[in-house]
C-alpha cells in the first residue's frame, strides 16, 4: 500500500522539465534527482517527502525517450504517478524500472494538490482520504502484470533466459 | 494488415498482428547514444550475460555532446568505446560519424522491412525506408541486448493522405508542423501514423525523413512511409544486407484516416513550448530573435543546408543574431563543402559546426540564456530545450530559419530579395 501527498501538474509534462538535457552527462539516480522538476516547479524538490504522489492530466511524460525522467521521479522519493494518459516511451521506462504509473481521469478530475493518497497497487484502487472519495485505475494488461511483479524488466529478462536454458 | 502491422508480424513467429496485442519481436538493430548507452550497458551487465546477442545488430553513436563537451560525457564516451571493443560492436567515432538518426540511413544500416528500436525518441525517423523503428528506453536497449527481441504492444495506424502540390519553400518539415499543429501533441498517442498521398510522393527522402521524424512530436510510436522508386534509389548503393519490402492491404484497417490538402499551404511556425502550437510563418509577424539554428536529426540534411544557402548566398546574418549550420554527418558536410555551401554560410556570418547534437537538446555549441529568443530547424520548443528555462524556441523549416536570420525577426523566405 502506497501512502503520500499530491503535487499536481497539467498536461504536456514534457521529460525537459522532469529532468533537462544539461544533466544528462550525469546518468546516477540520487544526482538525477536533485533537479527533478526543477524548470517548471523550483519548490517541488522542497516540499517532496517519501511516498509523494506525482499527478498530471493528459500525456504525462511526453518528449525525449530518456530513462533518466522515471529514474529522477523514483529517487526523488515519488512511490507512483497518476495521470489520464502517459506517453508511450514514458510509460514502458517506468514499468521497466518499477516506478508504478497509473491512469484513472476521475482520480485526477476530483483530486486537489495537497490532498493525501492511499493507493493499493495490487487491486487498482485510489483512495483520497482528504476528501474520502474511491477510485479505480485501469488495470494493467496481464503481459505487464508480468514485468511488474518480477520486479522490472531486467530481472524479468533474467528469468526468460534462465527458463531458455532448461 | 497495414504498413505497421504487416512488419510487426514478419518479426513474430506469427501471421497476423492486430492492435492491442502484446508481442514478442526480434529486432533487426539496436541503436544507443551518448545519453541513453551508459544506464543500458549499466543494465545489461546486470542481467548477468557476457555477449550481446549479435554485435552486428547493435550500434553506438556518440553525438548529444560531441566532441566531449565535460568529464563527465569524456567518461560516458570511453565507456562505450570501451564496451563496443569489447563486444565487437559498432562505434561511431568523433570524426567518422555525426547525428545517430541522420547517420544510420546513410550508412545503410536501416533497410526496407527492418524492425529498429533505438535508445532515442527520433528513432521513428527510419519510417522514411519503410522500416518500423521506434525510441525505447536504456532498459529495454539492455534487455534486447541480452535477448534479441522485445515485447510491444502492436498499434494502430492513423492514415494521414496528402493532397495537392508543395508550394516553393514548402518541405516536409511543414507538412509534419501542420499536422502536429491540427492533431496536437498526443494526437497519435501509441499509434503509428501512416503517411501518403501525391503530395508525400512528389516529396523527396530528404523531406520524408524529416516527417517521420517528427512523429514522436505527436506521441506517435512510428511514422511510416510506403517504399518507392525514391526509397530504392536511396538505398541501393547503401544496403548491405538483404531486405524486404512491405506493402499494405488493400483492405487494411485504420484507426482513422485523415486527409488534407496541401495546396497553398504557407511555411509553419511552431510557437513555444510546444510543437503543436504551430501558426503560418505570416501570422507569427515580425518577433525578434537572438539566434538561428539550422541542423539537427530533423533538417540537418543536404537538402536543407541547399535550401538555407540558397538564402543566405551573397547576404548577410542580421548583426544581432547568431546563425549556427550544423550539417547532419560528416558525409553531408564533405557534400555541403564540395557544393561551395559551407564558404557561403561563413561569408553570410554563419558559424559552421561539426556534425553534434549540439544546442537542439541545449547540450553545447549554442545554449540560449534567460530571454533569449532562437529560430529553430530542430524539432521540440519545451520549456529549456535550448538552455535557460526562460528562454523561447520557435520550429520552422531551414528557409525561414535562414531568411529570420538575415531579416532578425521571423519573417517568410518570400520576403527576402
Ligand atoms: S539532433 Fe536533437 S532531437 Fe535529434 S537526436 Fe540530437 S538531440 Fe535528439
Known sequence: ?166 | MNLAEKIIAAHTDKKEVSPGEFVNVRVDLILANDITAPIAIREFRRIGVSKVFDPKRVVMVLDHFVPNKDIATAEISKMMREFCAEQGALFFEVGKAGIEHALLPEEGLVLPGELVIGGDSHTCTYGALGAFSTGVGSTDLAAAMATGDIWMKVPPTIKFIYHGNLGKWIGGKDLILYTIGDIGVDGALYSAMEFSGEAIDALSMDGRFTMANMAIEAGAKAGLFRVDNKTQLYIKSRARRPYHVYEPDRDAEYAKVIEYDVSGMEPQVALPHLPSNTKTVSEVGGIEIDQAVIGSCTNGRLEDLRVAAQILKGRKVHPRVRCIVIPGTQQIYLDALSEGLIEIFIKAGAVVSTPTCGPCCGGHMGVLAEGERCISTTNRNFIGRMGSPKSEVYLSNPAVAAASAIAGSIISPAEIN
Open chain 1, 1 to 166: 500500500m502506497l501512502k503520500g501527498k499530491v503535487h499536481k501538474y497539467g498536461a504536456n509534462v514534457d521529460t525537459d522539465v522532469i529532468i533537462p538535457a544539461r544533466y544528462l552527462n550525469i546518468y546516477d539516480p540520487a544526482e538525477l534527482a536533485k533537479h527533478c522538476m526543477e524548470d517548471i516547479d523550483q519548490d517541488f524538490l522542497k516540499r517532496v517527502e517519501p511516498g509523494d504522489i506525482i499527478m498530471a492530466t493528459t500525456n504525462f511524460g511526453c518528449g525525449s525517450s530518456r530513462e533518466h525522467a522515471p529514474l529522477a521521479i523514483k529517487a526523488a522519493g515519488i512511490s507512483c504517478v497518476i495521470a489520464k494518459s502517459f506517453a508511450r516511451i514514458f510509460f514502458r521506462n517506468a514499468i521497466n524500472i518499477g516506478l508504478p504509473l497509473l491512469e484513472s481521469e476521475e482520480a485526477v478530475d476530483k483530486t486537489d494538490s495537497g490532498d493525501i493518497l492511499e493507493v493499493d497497487l495490487a487491486r487498482g484502487q485510489i483512495k483520497n482520504l482528504t476528501k474520502n472519495l474511491t477510485f479505480t485505475a485501469s488495470p494493467y494488461p496481464d503481459f505487464m502484470t508480468g514485468i511488474i511483479s518480477a520486479g522490472g524488466l531486467i530481472e524479468y529478462t533474467k528469468q526468460r533466459l534462465a527458463s531458455r536454458r532448461v
